[in-house]
């Protein structure tokens, strides 16, 4: 399997795109960036892909970058859309109380 730099990008996207200190909201829209940006990550490879020669020895493995990309598209979805209620912080609960 010949190497190419998505797993780069990706690592790049998502460092950049997760803020030190984030602020709920902040977090939320960078999370959702994040997300768009991996659809277009997505929509590259998909076309990358179509163009590819598999005749060759070695050939990129898309199946395993599409795997990675919905991965990791799940995990963000799941932060984003909590099954259940997140604990509020101490002080936020604190400040709430009559």
């Given at each position: 399997m010949a190497r190419t730099g998505?797993?780069?990008?990706?690592?790049?996207?998502?460092?950049?795109?997760?803020?030190a200190v984030a602020e709920p909201d902040l977090?939320?829209?960078?999370l959702a960036a994040l997300i768009r940006?991996?659809?277009?990550?997505d929509h590259a490879a998909r076309r990358s892909e179509s163009l590819a020669h598999h005749a060759g020895r070695y050939h990129f493995?898309?199946?395993?970058?599409?795997?990675?990309?919905?991965?990791?598209?799940e995990a963000i979805?799941?932060?984003?859309?909590?099954?259940?209620?997140?604990p509020r912080?101490?002080?936020?609960?604190?400040e709430a109380a009559p």
């Open positions: 998505f797993g780069t990008t990706l690592f790049c996207l998502l460092l950049l795109a997760t803020p977090e939320r829209a960078q940006q991996l659809e277009v990550l493995d898309y199946a395993r970058l599409y795997a990675d990309l919905a991965r990791i598209r979805d799941q932060h984003l859309n909590p099954a259940r209620a997140q912080e101490p002080a936020v609960a604190a």
